[in-house]
């Protein structure tokens, strides 16, 4: 790929202040040149006072949201000096998990509280608290479209459903298990369920039932996302795997087509998380090795493995549009860097 070198193009000077870097023009580290518009090749995001479980871009690229066990949920600049410029506060318990809505003007939240919370990004105002969960709320997760739903997951073994245009729940799947990640399917449809049976459940949301059990993970799935076109289901899991599920209608029997390994999952027990490249080309998943693993799809071939971070990584995203990944870790701290 050819990178035209851009205005920011620079190099940082070791020893400088993180985030707010000296730099020489021209090129990033050992002369290479740069591939995006990051103001360094590596930013280091500071201000979290607690561990960082979760941290996604939101659709644009020109922001990101962390949430933490500080109970708050940080937004920041991707470009200049990543800034940090709004906090969003009301969680009593951590921010175990956050999304963009698919327009970019809300994040969704999850905590041990209790709730969900949806946030207006502009204002920065709490606009709705979903409160119906009896336990630790794990996971959640926008529809892609259609009617502004959310899906979460919980401790109390139910997923629930959620309109942000009406009050409550508007149905609830009940699992025998524990639910630490959900997913949409692309359509709406169906909903993804992963917990501490180690199965991925899909469930008919017209039928209210289960359609589908996908088996092959042997300990608690912590993590899943769908592929960005949509046929594709990539989940984490405690047994030191990230799957690949083929979601396409007429799939065969056996839907897990690619398993990738080398990532670490200790005894803290966190949700990592994993992710998809905007093409679908890369996957990246957080690890208790505090490493940053990127894999190729087809390969299957770890890519990268970055190292930074002085915790467990536990979360990692690609920019929807540029070569950049960004990762968060219970060192309190996030880095973006440039691949």
């Known amino acids: 790929m050819l990178t035209v070198p851009r205005e920011h193009n620079a190099l940082a000077i070791p020893g400088a202040r993180p985030g707010s870097e000296l730099f020489i023009h021209g090129h990033g580290p050992g002369g290479k040149p740069r591939t995006s518009s990051l103001e360094s090749p590596i930013m280091l995001l500071t201000g979290h006072q ?9 659709p644009s690229g020109t922001l990101i949201a962390s949430g933490s066990h500080d109970k708050d949920i940080f937004l920041w600049y991707v470009h200049g000096d990543c800034n940090n410029f709004m ?3 009301g969680h009593k318990n951590a921010v175990l998990d956050l999304q963009w ?4 003007s809300q994040i969704i939240s999850a905590s041990p509280d209790k709730t969900l ?3 207006d990004v502009e204002t920065g105002k709490q606009v709705k608290k979903m409160a119906e969960h009896s336990s630790f709320v794990n996971s959640c997760c926008p529809s892609r479209r259609g009617p502004p739903l959310v899906v979460s997951g919980s401790d109390d073994g139910t997923a629930k459903l959620w309109d942000l245009r009406q009050r409550g729940a508007v149905q609830t799947v009940p699992d025998k298990y524990q639910i630490t990640a959900v997913s949409f399917s692309d359509a709406s449809d169906k909903i993804f369920t992963g917990g501490l049976d180690n199965d991925v459940k899909v469930w008919d949301l017209r039928r209210n039932e289960v359609s589908m059990t996908l088996q092959g ?8 996302q769908l592929s960005p076109d949509g ?5 984490n899991g405690m047994d030191l795997t990230l799957r690949i599920w083929d979601m396409r209608p007429y799939a065969p029997q056996n839907r897990c087509v690619k398993i990738f390994s ?5 005894f803290e027990k966190n949700l990592l998380k994993c992710a998809w490249s905007p093409d679908g080309g890369k996957v990246t998943a957080g690890s208790s090795d505090r490493m940053v693993y990127i894999w190729d799809t087809t390969s299957r071939r770890i890519l990268y493995k970055l190292p930074g971070h002085n915790g467990s990584v536990n979360e990692t995203a690609f920019h929807p549009t540029e070569p950049i990944t960004g990762s968060c870790s219970s060192d ?3 880095y973006l860097g440039e691949i």
Do not use: E
């Open 332 to 334: 309190k701290q996030i």
């Open 87 to 89: 906090v969003l506060r």
């Open 50 to 58: 607690s561990a960082i479980y979760t941290m996604k871009f939101n």
């Open 262 to 266: 080398g990532h670490q999952h200790n």
């Open 231 to 235: 046929s594709y289901l990539l989940t």
């Open 101 to 104: 809505t698919p327009d970019g």
């Open 117 to 119: 919370r949806a946030w």
């Open 217 to 224: 993970h042997g300990d608690m799935i912590t993590g899943m």
